[in-house]
């Protein structure tokens, strides 16, 4: 894709190949679990069920950074069939998604993340989480948004069920020389 930034001084052209990938994940609330999200512990007397530690906006995530870099998806590579990964630290299963997308020349320009639950409420979490993921990726926290929404008491999440995470990349293929 060739870029053109004009100016009143000169025009530039640059050839630059960036990808953009998707990624969505929901898990249902458990007992007896603590609760992860964006890769820091919530207090919550409820955790999400999963055969990971379901840290539902890492899996959004990694879908959306493998998505992108056209390596199918989080089941493809950690599958909840493997008990290897039973109750891993999904930072762990992150800096294994940031490496197979670095191993194809890709860096993450930025993210936008979206985390959907009506309990518990998120916003003061937000800078941790940003600062956690950045420190995980290799990235300046400006480039990773969070944000947290309610479905406003409306299905699964609005029951308080469960929670519900969306994420978008971009990728950009590092330039030689």
Not at 25 to 51: M, T, V
Not at 161 to 177: D, N, R, S
């Amino acid at each position: 894709m060739a870029v053109r930034i004009f100016s009143s001084h000169f025009l530039f052209t640059a050839k630059m190949n960036i990808k953009v990938g998707f990624g969505y994940d929901i898990h249902a609330f458990s007992p007896d679990r603590e609760l992860w999200i964006g890769g820091i512990k919530i207090d919550h007397p409820y955790g999400l069920q999963g055969h990971s530690d379901a840290d539902v906006l890492i899996h959004a995530l990694c879908d959306a950074l493998l998505g992108a870099a056209n390596l199918r998806d989080i089941g493809h590579h950690f599958p909840d069939t493997d008990p290897a990964l039973k109750n891993i630290d999904s930072k762990a299963l992150l800096k294994k998604t940031i490496a197979l997308i670095r191993a194809k020349n890709y860096e993450l320009g930025n993210a936008d993340c979206t985390v959907c639950a009506e309990t518990p409420r998120l916003h003061p979490h937000i800078p941790a989480m940003q600062q956690k993921l950045s420190e995980v990726i290799g990235v300046s926290d400006d480039s990773i948004s969070i944000k947290a929404t309610t479905s406003e008491k409306m299905g699964f999440i609005g029951r308080k069920e469960g929670i519900a995470a969306y994420a978008t990349v971009l990728i950009y293929k590092k330039q030689h020389g």
